[in-house]
């Protein structure tokens, strides 16, 4: 096995285009013989660069309108044989095979055709057949050969042949593993558009891809590590926010972030959230973001410091002012005007993230979590339920009011960890109760956190007094939703479903309480 390979003959075929005729020349200076095919080789040649044609090379002529201009045994042969084998070499002699030491090769853009709605037809001509396998064949043989699948790579492969006179087998090593994971990575993406076409959400074989954004310095902890990586589906978001400022985004400050923007999308007015350890610890809409900054803080102050903020428009200058008025680790929002900016600057260790737009909580998605042997997946929870689709139980229905923060309650609810129950009030919330293994405390924390917010903001009154209830699941005892109406809750929204429906819907009466069922469970786990 030759550590250092002396280039003769390179194969240049590919679609992005972008770097590769100052590459080209560097070869053609080095003596490397190029063979190419179609747009590529037309482009080497305007740029000066001498090109032999694949046919001509072979001998064999580009068939199928195109479909079959390198899938020949002189160009495989050439990839796929082993210098240091006699036999390979006798053969590749025999039938007059001359070796490739170097493929630069990228695949037809596939996932960009599906991205923006192609036809059936369209996407499936957009399937690289020939560029896959050329870069297997190159890859497996990495001992012999070079492939570059990426621009990026070129001038590390350039710079290395001055260097060396060659490339290295560390550098063919690290080469064809990129690219077995780029074709696997393309291949995934066939196989989901597939699976959408045939309406199969979860198919029989589920491949997932991911590129790397960005390695982190540590996971959840310091002793975990831990990495980004996106999907390409370009959901607003983390995967498509710029980062304008502030440090370096750690894991902990990913999944939050996540958090708080895929809450904040839900809703069509002006929209502050604040998360801490993924749970939410204040949701407001207002008439502006300043406004709903300042009932978001109401809720829990204690928590909000060093939080996450996440707003669902343009950052004004008001808003700014406040949000920077306490130690805040990350904020994002679909944009932020210079004034907004300039203000955030003022705190360098601020993380400002703009996302260009909000993700549509309706959307379909897919949510993948591993386990011990394998993974599980389901679909996003894009549920979502309307005041049309509530069915009132108790003998006295919501006001107009109480029907407004219901459903604002509930929809905070579905981004709580369960078990979740949330306190709401004029289009706040006041009160949050997250993760606990029973739902009677969590009614209770959350009225205990109203009461903490109240004292803060010089109340006598807890924040939960003449608020909504909203449970994430239904109640199982009555004890959850008279622990509710001890707050001063006075109208409530749970799914339903539970064998004491009867005792609960009772004791609702019984303390004069307006419930409405959803139907639909929020659990988030």
Known sequence: MADIVTLRRALISVHDKTGLLD????????GVEILSTGGTARMLREGGITVVDVSDH???PEILDGRVKTLVPQIHGGLLGRRADPEHVAQMEQHRIAPIDLLVSNLYPFEATVAKGASHEETVEEIDIGGPALTRAAAKNHEDVAVITDPAQMAGVQAEIEAQGGTTLATRRRLAAAAF??????????????????????????????????TLRYGENPHQQAAFYTDGSNRPGIATAAQVQGKELSYNNLNDTDAAFECVAEFENPAIVIVKHANPCGVAEGGSLAAAWDLALRCDPVSAFGGI??????????????????????????????????????KKNLRLLLTGGLPDPAAPGRIIRSVSGGFLAQSRDAGRVTEAALKVVTKRAPTGQEMADLLFAFRVGKHVKSNAIV?????????IGAGQMSRVDSAR???????????????????????????????PFADGLQAAAAAGATAVIQPGGSIRDKDVIAAADEAGLAMVFTGMRHFRH
Do not use: C
């Open 423 to 431: 306190y709401a009030k004029g289009g706040a919330t006041v009160g």
């Open 309 to 346: 903020v996440a707003a669902n428009r343009r950052l004004d200058a008001a808003a700014a002012e406040r949000i920077s008025a306490i130690f805040t680790e990350v904020v994002m929002a679909p944009d932020a005007d210079e004034e907004a900016k300039a203000i955030f600057a003022r």
């Open 445 to 475: 924390i959350a009225a205990w956190k109203s009461a903490e917010a109240a004292k803060a903001a010089g109340l006598e009154a807890p924040l939960a007094h003449g608020s909504v209830v909203a449970s994430d699941a239904f109640f």
């Open 23 to 30: 590459f080209a020349r560097f070869l053609a200076g080095q």
């Open 58 to 60: 072979t001998g064999f």
């Open 181 to 214: 994971a780029r074709t696997a990575a393309y291949d995934t993406a066939i196989a989901t558009w597939f699976a959408g076409r045939l309406e199969q959400d979860f198919p029989a074989r589920l491949a997932v891809a991911g590129a790397l954004r960005q």
